[in-house]
T-cell receptor
Framework: NAGVTQTPKFRILKIGQSMTLQCAQD?????MYWYRQDPGMGLKLIYY???????DKGEVPNGYNVSRSTTEDFPLRLELAAPSQTSVYFCASSDRENTEAFFGQGTRLTVV | GQNIDQPTEMTATEGAIVQINCTYQTSGFNGLFWYQQHAGEAPTFLSYNVLDGLEEKGRFSSFLSRSKGYSYLLLKELQMKDSASYLCAVRDSNYQLIWGAGTKLIIKP
């Protein structure tokens, strides 16, 4: 059972470049989330989705974009990367809004 | 604003008991979660409290007092593998999860 799969695990971007972080889950969960985690800080919600075709902004959405065309996939797009986007990114999914979230292994992104 | 407070770091001895506290101020309350995160890994679920009282799950227990905006995670019979960060998260009135910065627990032999 794969759970939540994120790719890539590591990436170095130059300022101004763009990339897509992939996230897929095989648990048929409706809720999916993208978080970033900076050293010494709590997880910050970037975007979330409550089902295919529905996305909404979280706490820190600027500089990011998402789509949810299927239940399984929830890619995160970074346009015009900036050093402030250097962070560890986690994708997560949950069955309902009040149940535990399952996390992917994370993507460590460095923007130079 | 919304705020979750946890100690930054704690140290305990193998075989002992440790209590990690979490206080919160959020707009509404719809449950509190505890997650464990080993260095360089993803958070994994430990416990969920929505009503006042103690929830016990093996060596781990979690307590909630909604009137005090307070929770703790109790770890018994500490093992070296319990060395990790412990994250407290509260679901607010909009069902958004607000996360604390985490408590790094160091276990010494």
């Amino acid at each position: 059972n794969a759970g939540v799969t994120q790719t890539p695990k590591f990436r170095i971007l130059k300022i101004g470049q763009s990339m897509t972080l992939q996230c897929a889950q095989d648990m048929n969960h409706n809720y999916m989330y993208w978080y970033r985690q900076d050293p010494g800080m709590g997880l910050k919600l970037i975007y979330y989705s409550v089902g295919a075709g529905i996305t909404d902004k979280g706490e820190v959405p600027n500089g990011y974009n998402v789509s949810r065309s299927t239940t399984e996939d929830f890619p995160l797009r970074l346009e015009l990367a900036a050093p402030s986007q250097t962070s560890v990114y986690f994708c997560a999914s949950s069955d309902r809004e009040n149940t535990e979230a399952f996390f992917g292994q994370g993507t460590r992104l460095t923007v130079v | 604003g919304q705020n979750i407070d946890q100690p930054t770091e704690m140290t305990a001895t193998e075989g002992a008991i440790v209590q990690i506290n979490c206080t919160y101020q959020t707009s509404g309350f719809n449950g509190l979660f505890w997650y464990q995160q080993h260095a360089g890994e993803a958070p994994t679920f430990l416990s969920y409290n929505v009503l006042d009282g103690l929830e016990e799950k093996g060596r781990f227990s979690s307590f909630l007092s909604r009137s005090k905006g307070y929770s703790y995670l109790l770890l018994k019979e500490l093992q070296m593998k319990d060395s990790a960060s412990y994250l407290c998260a509260v679901r607010d009135s909009n069902y958004q999860l607000i996360w604390g910065a985490g408590t790094k627990l160091i276990i010494k032999p």
